[in-house]
């Protein structure tokens, strides 16, 4: 798999596809991931704390905290000018994880969420991010473990029907299970907390096409068959599985490391 190719981050149109697939569907239980990432960090409704999100995206986390009324203040980092465009309710800053544009001590809370798979040298960001939280601050990484979207990936491979294997990122980059050792280099505490086991039920096929269409220009070229014929195979693939099923449902393996 590429390591981010140039049109995967350019503007958020990708990712805001990914999103729209786990806005159509349910999280069987329930739950508010946002919420909970903003709970282990001590992001309280109304709090004041001076926040920095690392690899924001288009802005999901800072307008969680918007919606709980956080009065601190808030910093969006990302690497991608596109990106940025898409956030609001922050400060915008362009910068690379691995060296962090702000002062010893700047934050009382740094936010990674689902980002720090996409950095060269975790060990580096994680060393930024404890050089610019005060003493006592806290740090989370958001991450997922290996068998997340597993059913998803087995859909494409069956797709793509030529033996072909579907390598997640976090598989091979920061994993829920081998994620700890990187981050322990920086700080005294690393603690992994794992979401509620869980699985989504997907219901719009659609949504689940444009899914695996917005990571075509990771897989295509390793694949070796034309991603558009991927896409339209895992339409009538997921398409059958709900008509049959009700949704199709696919495992959920996500958690989090908080760092002090």
Known sequence: MSANPPTQYAT????ALRQRLWAASRREPALDLFAWVLALAGL??????????????NGSYESALADRAHTGGR???????????????AARVQADAQALPFAPGAFDV??????????P?????????????????????VTNGRAHLSELRALV????????????PAATAFSLEDGAAPLAAAFASVERVDCPPGHVAVVDADALGDYVAS?????????????????????????????????????AATGAFVCR
Do not use: K
């Open 110 to 119: 740094v936010l990674a969420p689902h980002m720090l798979y996409h950095v």
């Open 157 to 168: 491979e069956a797709a793509v029907g030529t033996g072909w294997r579907m390598e997640a």
């Open 121 to 141: 040298d975790v060990a580096l960001a994680a060393a930024e991010a404890r050089r610019v939280l005060r003493p006592g601050g806290v740090f989370v990484a």
């Open 12 to 15: 958020d149109e990708n990712l």
């Open 215 to 251: 990571v075509g220009d990771h897989y295509e070229d390793e694949a070796g068959v034309p991603w558009s014929a991927v896409v339209a195979r895992v339409r009538d693939l997921a398409g059958a599985a709900v008509a049959r099923d009700g949704a199709l449902r696919i495992s």
């Open 75 to 89: 910093v969006a980092l990302d690497l991608s000018a596109g990106m940025l465009a898409a956030v609001t309710g």
């Open 44 to 57: 309280d409704a109304g709090g004041s704390q001076r926040v920095l999100d690392i690899g924001c995206g």
